[in-house]
């Protein structure tokens, strides 16, 4: 993984101290909360419901043992012994209090962590395929480019006071796992009919109040331009994206009002003059430098089949469950990745212990893993197993409640903080998601329903992807009481979709009971294999309206 | 109209606080003042105000609430989970006391 140099330790460990300063000027009353908000959120630090919350950078979503242990360590020394893990790849504290929010940075900045870039109006933490470097579809490890664009972003005096956030994701494969269609700006590595590869850039994607899907503006954009073609995008953001009206200050609007053909004019007109002044070349033994940060570890030469592996699915039948949704292949013989749930039934999406932390960073030394991953779908990946060490560490990870064997399933839920926890939130998700959980436990019939992702937002700000759920829950407040919105059809992947709201919400008594009629409704209509998402794209709303409203 | 309840959170430690004249910034809901509805907005500019100024609270806010039995029972969902803490997290916030 990526190391950081002198330069970037300094600093991580001077704005701590920065950030200290900062602080006991609030407390002495030097600094007004007008005056502090700006500086506390540039150091993640948001005031919530109950308490201060502390959101953590994990750039893109990979983490050492050393560091997870160290989180696990923060969340019990500073908060109340767990985080929660978000769609972007952060983690956040929700207990934080304020004079000891300058240690917890010190202590982040030991094992090369902070907090920059997970607020604000600037570029904002880059987020990755969390099979990064292991997949066996992928053309180029993604982290790459991330790293890349996370050192030329951060601090960037040009796109530090943007009108709006901007979040950027980059995968490596055709398959998308890192939802780059709902991204500002999506990048997605490629190999052309030369077998080069390069990049192909989405624009103005995004959720929220007015999701939208992005759009395409350079099919190819080669390796040594790609910074040069970045920042035209953003020279054409920060130029004419509006500042006046903050719901209108994305750049997914600016694409939306001029439209993508005269986006991606604007962008090329942008991109030749800064390409002609050459000031923006990426150097090849740059990114071959920061490229060797993430050479994958020395695999050994296995042979594909490994007959432990086999022999343990065919004796344990629950293992056998878990290795049907949680593993997944590897681009080397006789390795696998594998997908930690953090969904256990009844839980709250998302959320890991300190314990679990530390247990995990165990497990990590244990297996020879140097790397875990944190997926914006809520989960954790062990990239690169021996498939021989998969039944007893999976064993292991049963004993820690990590051994869900549910992803991608009904039950593998997204779910924002919701009115539980953020300030922004107009209901509760994680008790809906618990519920929805719960009725559909049985793993059995999971399985029978196939890939189906339920993702449910609070509130209109879609921090749990309502938008791009198979199903999608949004809740909302009518008339001062929970209400939650239908939408179905929606997809986060190379498919990428918006859902469409079906009808009136449902109370939070009846919204479970919504959601089973919704999957009745599919499993009378599907054909053959068919996914929800894929009967409805079929059938259209008409059938799940009629079953879900009959009076 | 409705009687009201003044509230923020501690500057320092972020806990959610009530206001009550006669003994300041308490910590659970049953110990804060209702104020009627007319007086509220007063409270929030004097009290209220006052105490962000000297730096003992942050985010302060009028809230509506019921009276009944003698209990106070905020209308909002949202103020119901500030007084108790998470509903997903029962051992969590002011409910675990």
């Known amino acids: 993984m990526y190391r950081y140099d002198e330069f970037d330790a300094l ?13 006991a ?27 201060y919350m502390l959101r953590i950078a994990i750039p893109y979503g990979t983490l050492s043992a050393r560091q997870l242990r160290k989180l696990g360590y923060i969340a019990r020394k500073y908060d109340r012994g767990y985080g929660h893990f978000t769609t972007r790849q952060n983690l956040q504290l929700h207990w934080s209090q304020l004079p000891q929010v300058p240690d917890m940075l010190v202590d982040l900045a030991e094992v090369e962590m902070h907090c920059l870039q997970t607020s604000g109006n600037c570029v904002r933490n880059i987020s990755a395929d969390h099979f990064a470097g292991a997949a066996d579809d992928e053309i180029e490890d993604p982290r790459i480019l991330s790293e890349i664009l996370r050192q030329w972003s951060t601090l960037h005096p040009e796109f530090s006071f943007l009108p709006r956030k901007f979040k950027i994701a980059v995968s490596g494969s055709a398959a998308d796992r890192a939802a780059i ?36 503006v350079g ?9 040069a073609f970045v920042e035209a995008i953003m020279r054409v953001y920060n130029e004419s994206g509006r500042r006046d009206n903050i719901h209108k200050a994305r750049i997914k609007i600016l694409v939306h009002q001029i439209g993508a053909d005269e986006m991606r004019k604007r962008v090329e007109r942008e991109f030749e003059e800064i390409r002609q002044s050459g000031a923006l070349q990426l150097p090849e033994q740059e990114m071959q430098r920061i490229a060797a940060y993430f050479r994958p570890p020395d695999f050994e030469g296995l042979s594909h089949i490994s007959p432990e592996f086999e022999h343990a699915q065919k004796t344990d039948v629950a293992f056998a469950n878990w290795v049907k949704t949680n593993v997944h292949p590897h681009r080397m013989p006789g390795y696998a990745i594998a997908t930690i749930s953090l969904k256990p039934i009844g839980q709250t999406p998302g959320d890991c212990s300190s314990d679990q932390m530390e247990a995990l960073a165990d497990l990590m030394d244990e297996f020879g893993q140097p790397e875990i991953r944190v997926t914006h779908e809520q989960n954790l990946v062990l990239p690169h197993l021996r498939k021989r060490d998969l039944f007893a560490l999976w064993r292991k990870l049963d004993a820690l409640e990590l051994g869900t064997a549910n992803h991608g399933l009904v039950t593998d839920i997204i779910s924002c903080p919701g009115l539980d926890y953020c300030d922004l939130a107009n209901a509760r998700s994680i008790n809906i998601a618990q519920e929805i959980a719960r009725r559909f436990a049985d793993l059995q019939r999971q ?36 209400n939650y919105q239908i939408l179905l ?35 009378q209509l599907r054909h053959g294999g068919e996914r929800l998402l894929d009967t409805y794209r079929r059938v259209g709303p008409a059938p799940f309206k009629e079953r879900l409203y009959a009076r | 109209m409705m009687p009201q309840v003044l509230t923020a959170n501690r500057l320092s ?8 004249a006669a003994k300041g910034w308490v910590r659970h809901l049953h110990e804060a003042e209702v ?63």
């Open chain 1, 447 to 482: 399985h029978d329903l196939g890939e189906l992702k339920i993702k449910i937002s609070g509130c209109i700000n879609a921090c749990g992807h309502h938008h791009v759920g198979h199903i999608g829950i949004l809740g909302v407040d009518r008339k001062g009481v929970e």
């Open chain 1, 181 to 216: 269609m709902v991204h500002d700006i999506g990048i997605q590595i490629v190999r052309n009919n030369q077998g080069e590869t390069g990049y192909r850039v989405f624009v103005g994607g995004g959720l929220g109040r007015t999701p939208f899907i992005g759009h395409e």
């Open chain 2, 13 to 20: 430690v972020g806990e959610v606080v009530y206001w009550n």
């Open chain 1, 11 to 23: 600093f991580v460990r001077e704005r701590a101290e920065q950030f200290r300063g900062q602080v």
């Open chain 1, 489 to 523: 059809g929606g997809s986060g992947a190379e498919d990428a979709s918006l859902g469409e709201i079906l009808g009136p919400g449902f109370d939070s008594e009846g919204i479970a009971d919504a959601v089973e009629n919704v999957v009745a409704t599919y499993t």
């Open chain 2, 35 to 97: 104020l009627a509805d007319d007086k509220a907005e007063d409270v929030l500019k004097g009290a209220g105000v006052r105490s962000v100024q000297e730096r003992q609270v942050v985010g302060v806010y009028l809230f509506e609430v019921r009276v009944k039995d003698g209990s106070i029972v905020p209308v909002k969902t949202r103020e119901t989970i500030r007084a108790a803490g998470p509903s997903a997290r029962r051992d969590l916030g002011k409910q675990a006391d």
């Open chain 1, 25 to 51: 000027r609030r407390l002495a009353g030097e600094l007004t909360e007008d005056e502090f908000k700006p500086l506390r959120l540039m150091n993640g630090l948001y005031l919530q419901l109950h308490s």
């Open chain 1, 219 to 227: 099919s190819f954009v080669a390796k040594a331009d790609i910074l």
